[in-house]
T-cell receptor, first 114, second 113 residues
Framework: AQSVTQLDSQVPVFEEAPVELRCNYS??????LFWYVQYPNQGLQLLLK??????LVKGINGFEAEFNKSQTSFHLRKPSVHISDTAEYFC????????????FGKGTKLTVNP | EADIYQTPRYLVIGTGKKITLECSQT?????MYWYQQDPGMELHLIHY???????EKGDLSSESTVSRIRTEHFPLTLESARPSHTSQYLC????????????FGSGTRLTVV
């Protein structure tokens, strides 16, 4: 069965600093990879996804992620964060050709301080 | 803008009451899901449906039940609420090929007192 590990439960940063949220996955087959963001008292919104092709994926709000198959990682990055980026970020995997059910990590709480 | 709606957003209810959490989507998606989310924890799939009259239990055991009589509607029911059911419940839907990603509703935060 596949699993997702988000290595940091909380990441505090200052405004305009760069940030990286780490995600590793475990699966015996190829996967699709996703990052979702959850603002307070809201549902989840899709930030970006990796299906195939270029390993660098660009998403909304200036975020990007890089798929590294050898390290089974899909880290999320932003070169300069804003206060409004404060939210919970979830990494998720979906098996290729398998169950159509997303499996989520435990989430990383990003807090951007002024 | 999300086209999946959950009601109510917040619900405080007494132990033993029957409750139904509503979820509707206007995108014509075949697949719908219910996730349970506790603070600081990952989302756990409790129910899913791949179409009308199709429902399955998810990875996390739940005392709730679901129905899928219409494509757009996927309600979740608790026959007798208990404090252990206190959580946030998120509904989602996806196209036939789920690798396009899920669309989530805003969630229902349930508190059982």
């Amino acid at each position: 069965a596949q699993s997702v590990t988000q290595l940091d439960s909380q990441v505090p940063v200052f405004e305009e600093a760069p940030v990286e949220l780490r995600c590793n996955y475990s699966s015996s087959v190829s996967v699709y990879l996703f990052w979702y963001v959850q603002y307070p008292n809201q549902g989840l919104q899709l930030l970006l996804k990796y299906l195939s092709g270029s390993t660098l994926v660009k998403g909304i709000n200036g975020f990007e992620a890089e798929f590294n198959k050898s390290q089974t990682s899909f880290h999320l990055r932003k070169p300069s964060v804003h206060i409004s980026d404060t939210a919970e970020y979830f990494c998720a995997v979906l098996l290729q050709g398998g169950s159509e059910k997303l499996v989520f990590g435990k989430g990383t709480k990003l807090t951007v301080n002024p | 803008e999300a086209d999946i709606y959950q009601t109510p957003r917040y619900l405080v209810i007494g132990t033993g009451k029957k409750i139904t959490l509503e979820c509707s989507q206007t995108m014509g998606h075949d697949k719908m899901y219910w996730y349970q989310q506790d603070p600081g924890m990952e989302l756990h799939l409790i129910h899913y449906s791949y179409g009308v009259n199709s429902t399955e239990k998810g990875d996390l055991s739940s005392e709730s039940t679901v129905s899928r009589i219409r494509t757009e509607h996927f309600p979740l029911t608790l026959e007798s609420a208990r404090p252990s059911h206190t959580s946030q419940y998120l509904c989602a839907s996806s196209e036939h090929r789920a690798n396009y990603g899920y669309t989530f509703g805003s969630g229902t935060r349930l508190t059982v007192v």
